[in-house]
């Protein structure tokens, strides 16, 4: 499976810049960030980010090229890590936390014993998309219905057939397809789908073309069927899409899981302390809270929450020294 797509040119041509008034002596080095379809949240996110890290005068780490890498999710990004096909990514909490302790999603594969966190980022709220003409008001009228889970390898798929077997359905009780959420929102917009799960921040730029173009329903994941959920995944919190997130659609319950930051314990822990360092800066504050809806919440005082996965030394060198983790 090909695991790269687009690289995020503004990163890597602005850390490309600020190397050539380094001393020639220095070598550079280069850190990918894999993301996710360049449709969702990581993408952006991931661009953000390696921006600010990238070696820029005194704001970036010396010597630093980061790149954002399109990708097919979470899954993939695990993979890539174990594999040396990149130096960090980002995931859902539950697949770093599968992927470490050899559960779930990986039950009967090695463990990904070398998996650390640099940063918990924000929540990622769980989308179920319909269009207005499908009738579909809650999760257990997906049946029948035809549904995009999104593709093999991303955190959407995991949870979204987590979410389907908490009101008693399988892929089997609907007409599946396997699209990344642009993609299945043309389909849904040309008619040809019903249905389609995201996972990640709100608003997210596929979902929110199709509803200021289409129209669409946000269908609430709530109930009992969500009580034994919580219970069964401590992974999961609820959540609420706020009112006009998305245009013409009122507040929805439902449920997230936390995007992290991950790399390998075979980074360097000096670099690992200095990007992190980098990130917390004012500079960077500054560019996540202008640079997208989510950045926001991607705060140091969040940067510890919700770790299934250890993290890496060199973060939690820089997380002690900053007062946040004991």
Known sequence: MKFFGKLNLVATLAGLTALTGLALAQQPTFFRIGTGGTAGTYYPIGGLIANAISAAGDKGVPGLVATAIASNGSVANVNAIQSGGAESGFSQSDVAYWAYTGTGLYEGKPKVEDLRIIATLYPETIHLVAAKSAGIKSVKDLKGKRVALDEPGSGTLVDAR???????????????????????????????????????????????????????????????????????????????????????????????????????????????????????????RAALDAGHAKGKLITLQNATNGLGVPLHPGAERFYKEAGVLK
């Not at 397809?177 to 993609?183: C, H, Q, R």
């Not at 929102?185 to 799960?197: C, H, I, V, Y």
């Not at 319950?253 to 992290?260: E, K, L, M, Y």
Request: no cysteine; aromatic share 10%.
């Open 162 to 284: 987590i979410v389907l077997a908490a009101y008693g359905l399988t892929e089997k009780d609907i007409k599946p397809e396997y699209l990344k959420p642009g993609p299945a929102g043309d389909r849904l917009r040309d008619g040809a789908l019903d249905a389609f799960f995201f996972v990640g921040g709100y608003p997210t730029g596929a979902i929110s073309e199709l509803a200021s173009s289409s129209g669409i329903e946000l269908v609430p994941i709530a109930g009992p069927e969500v009580d034994k959920l919580l219970a069964d995944y401590k992974f999961f919190a609820r959540d609420k899409v706020p009112a006009d997130a998305y245009k013409g659609v009122g507040a929805t319950d439902t449920i997230s899981v936390n995007a992290q930051w991950l790399t390998s314990a075979k980074q360097p822990d000096q670099l690992v302390y200095d990007i992190v360092k980098v990130l917390w800066n004012d500079a960077s």
